[in-house]
């Protein structure tokens, strides 16, 4: 049983430029969040997503940010336009329930913005 | 506003003595409790929870004391391994469920 899949573990993009960050959950898990992690801080939460749905986008900025979560396939976060603020680690996880036992985390990728 | 606080940033210890790792939460409606344990460029992986039904947890070498009128958790492991030096994170489910809130974690060190 594969773990929380995320790719690509490392992405670097240009200031202006579009980063897509993928996540595939565990098997039969249909709850997926999102948090990032800037240098010596924290992980913050982003968005919370079930298929099809956004349940929470709190943690998300207003522009430039997006998530989804297709019937088919994994949960993407899209970063238009991306400034040198945005580089940090961005982590997913899957539970197959809402959230009060534990969730499993991926590896991450790390975004770095030149 | 941190709900979930972890004031050490980073802790050493020799092989074989205990590790404390501490943890305060500023929410009374926080009823359970996780922590986890993170290596360099990997994911944080769950390490072991409670509930706060319960004052203490335990699990091999690593256990969780949780004093709801101080609002404060800690880990213990005990007796350290070198292997345990990561970045310990303590967390909280929010109240509706959504997220969990994060502590900026501790970096445990063990020195052999």
Known sequence: ?114 | DQQVKQNSPSLSVQEGRISILNCDYTNSMFDYFLWYKKYPAEGPTFLISISSIKDKNEDGRFTVFLNKSAKHLSLHIVPSQPGDSAVYFCAAPSNTGNQFYFGTGTSLTVIP
Request: overall charge positive; proline content about 6%; aromatic content about 10%.
């Open chain 1, 1 to 114: 049983n594969a773990g929380v899949m995320q790719n690509p573990r490392h992405l670097v993009r240009r200031r202006g430029q579009e980063a897509r960050l993928r996540c595939s959950p565990m098997k039969g898990h249909s709850h997926v969040y999102w948090y990032r992690q800037l240098p010596e801080e924290g992980l913050k939460f982003m968005v919370y997503l079930q298929k099809e749905n956004i349940i929470d986008e709190s943690g998300m900025p207003k522009e430039r940010f997006s998530a989804e979560f297709p019937k088919e396939g994994p949960s993407i976060l899209r970063i238009q336009q991306v400034v040198r603020g945005d580089s940090a680690a961005y982590f997913c996880a899957s539970s197959p329930a809402q959230v009060g036992t534990e969730a499993f985390f991926g590896q991450g990728t790390r975004l770095t913005v030149v």
